[in-house]
């Protein structure tokens, strides 16, 4: 089979440009909810990707009926990212078990119901070592069997 540079390379730019198109509309779409301090979510060492938050919705937000048996968030979009925010103030732990780390906070009301089906006052969010977030659920890890979700 013979290597086509000439399309390859078409290929790659044709990629590139989509993808930069698709990084462009994720951002926008990411700061469209009313938030304070958006920026804080979209830092080199502690930021939420669409792909992240499409996850967090998906399994673990409670007007999506889908992944029984995690925990699930029982307050506004707005208030899980205000939420999501803070977290960053915090110094990450490790996730033990894994190469993830954690930042935990602790709330004065339930935010939802951990995997258990308890009001959870604690909610968890996990990132990479890079900072990217992979996940956030109401509770703790100890609470989600070592993060089945992720």
Same mark, same amino acid.
């Given at each position: 089979?013979?290597?086509?540079?000439?399309?390859?390379?078409?290929?790659?730019?044709?990629?590139?440009?989509?993808?930069?198109?698709?990084?462009?509309?994720?951002?926008?779409?990411?700061?469209?909810?009313?938030?304070?301090?958006?920026?804080?979510?979209?830092?080199?060492?502690?930021?939420?990707?669409?792909?992240?938050?499409? $996850? !967090?919705? +998906?399994?673990?937000?409670?007007?999506?009926? *889908?992944? /029984? %048996?995690?925990?699930? #968030?029982?307050?506004?979009? =707005?208030?899980?990212?205000? $939420? !999501?925010? +803070?977290?960053?103030?915090?110094?990450?732990? *490790?996730? /033990? %078990?894994?190469?993830? #780390?954690?930042?935990?906070? =602790?709330?004065?009301?339930?935010?939802?119901?951990?995997?258990?089906?308890?009001?959870?006052?604690?909610?968890?969010?996990?990132?990479?070592?890079?900072?990217?977030?992979?996940?956030?659920?109401?509770?703790?890890?100890?609470?989600?069997?070592?993060?089945?979700?992720?």
């Amino acid at each position: 089979m013979e290597f086509n540079e000439s399309a390859w390379i078409k290929l790659v730019f044709l990629l590139a440009d989509t993808q930069a198109w698709l990084d462009e509309l994720s951002s926008g779409a990411l700061h469209q909810p009313p938030l304070e301090n958006k920026h804080k979510l979209h830092r080199k060492t502690y930021h939420l990707g669409i792909a992240a938050m499409a $996850h !967090i919705l +998906e399994w673990h937000y409670y007007k999506i009926p *889908r992944h /029984p %048996g995690t925990g699930k #968030f029982h307050i506004p979009v =707005t208030h899980v990212l205000d $939420h !999501i925010r +803070e977290a960053g103030n915090l110094s990450p732990a *490790r996730v /033990p %078990g894994c190469l993830n #780390f954690q930042r935990v906070i =602790t709330t004065s009301e339930p935010v939802g119901f951990d995997r258990n089906g308890e009001p959870a006052y604690h909610i968890t969010v996990i990132s990479g070592a890079g900072g990217e977030i992979i996940t956030a659920f109401p509770g703790t890890v100890s609470t989600n069997a070592a993060l089945s979700t992720l």
